[in-house]
Nanobody, 115 residues
Framework: QVHVAESGGGSVQAGGSLRLSCAAF????????MGWHRQAPGKQRELVAV???????NYAESVKGRFAIFRGNAENTVYLQMNSLKPEDTAVYYC?????????WGQGTQVTVSS
């Protein structure tokens, strides 16, 4: 079993920055991917960014150039640096740990961007 925990959400004005943190615990392995999804009220959950254990990254078009995903020194940690935040970035952000075709989700952290 794998448990995923996020932190770092909050409220910020447009143009501001936040960093989200995530750690996976339990039966983790060296080959995996970790990423962030988000869900705004009334909308479907969408991919924000993902990074593989090899360091390959993928971003949603809406966040390219503003957000950066990177691994921590511990292989089970991942961060999402969010800059130039916009009101449309307001959502609950979920961390996901994926391995062997199974996704493990965190409980989510709220990010609110005011104009």
């Amino acid at each position: 079993q794998v448990h995923v925990a996020e932190s770092g959400g909050g409220s910020v004005q447009a143009g501001g920055s936040l960093r989200l943190s995530c750690a996976a615990f339990g039966s983790i392995g060296s080959v995996n991917s970790m990423g962030w999804h988000r869900q705004a009220p009334g909308k479907q959950r969408e991919l924000v960014a993902v990074v593989s254990s090899g360091g390959n990254t993928n971003y949603a078009e809406s966040v390219k150039g503003r957000f950066a995903i990177f691994r921590g020194n511990a292989e089970n940690t991942v961060y999402l640096q969010m800059n130039s935040l916009k009101p449309e970035d307001t959502a609950v952000y979920y961390c996901v740990y994926s391995r062997l075709g199974v996704n493990y989700w965190g409980q989510g952290t709220q990010v609110t961007v005011s104009s």
